[in-house]
């Protein structure tokens, strides 16, 4: 007796692009970006990204804070993270390079990949600082990479946590992004 084989579809990039709808692709396999976030979801993402604009601003360093782009990790891997800083020009629709910092905002529907697929996604790419941010816990988990693999960052929420990279340095409340 045999088994039945599967064959699933591989997309890349280019075929990704031609898509309607909100999507990301990992290792070739589409995934919907549905249902929309909820309004504390996106209430959140508008408060992160007021306080983390400021911080850099006041620093003077020359980063953005940018919401949901095109992240292409690979021809078959585009990550749409809900918000993200870079420090270097993007000449493309999209970015092509590891940012310095990534943050996914849990939901229901998104919660497993973020914290799995996701992260060992960001952790492969060494980008320097990976946030999960649960909004039923009202919690920020700050994973920094070093000696190969992220660490969990230990920091009183009620206390600034310091950013270094990039010859950019500046710190956040988290507990602001709450109100």
């Not at 990992?26 to 309004?39: C, E, K, L, V, W």
């Not at 870079?86 to 939901?107: G, H, Q, R």
Request: charged share 20%; proline share 7%.
């Amino acid at each position: 007796m045999t088994g039945a084989y599967k064959i699933l579809p591989h997309y890349t990039y280019d075929e990704y692009v031609k898509w309607e709808g909100k999507w990301e692709l990992i290792d070739g396999i589409p995934h919907a970006m549905s249902p929309m976030p909820r309004p504390e979801h996106q209430a959140l993402a508008g408060n992160l990204h007021a306080e983390m604009r400021a911080a850099i601003k006041e620093s003077n360093c020359n980063c953005t804070v940018y919401q949901p782009i095109d992240y292409k990790v690979t021809d078959d891997t585009v990550l749409n993270p809900d918000l993200l800083i870079v420090c270097s020009p993007i000449t493309k629709a999209f970015l092509d390079f590891a940012p310095e910092l990534v943050v996914e905002i849990l939901s229901p529907a998104t919660a497993l990949k973020d914290r799995h697929t996701k992260f060992e996604i960001y952790q492969q790419q060494r980008i320097p600082y990976y946030l999960i941010v649960d909004i039923d816990k009202k919690s920020v988990e700050i994973f920094h990479w070093k000696e190969g693999s992220y660490q969990l960052q230990n920091h009183p929420e009620k206390e600034p946590f310091a950013f270094s990279f990039s010859n950019c340095s500046f710190s956040v409340l988290f507990a602001s992004i709450w109100s």
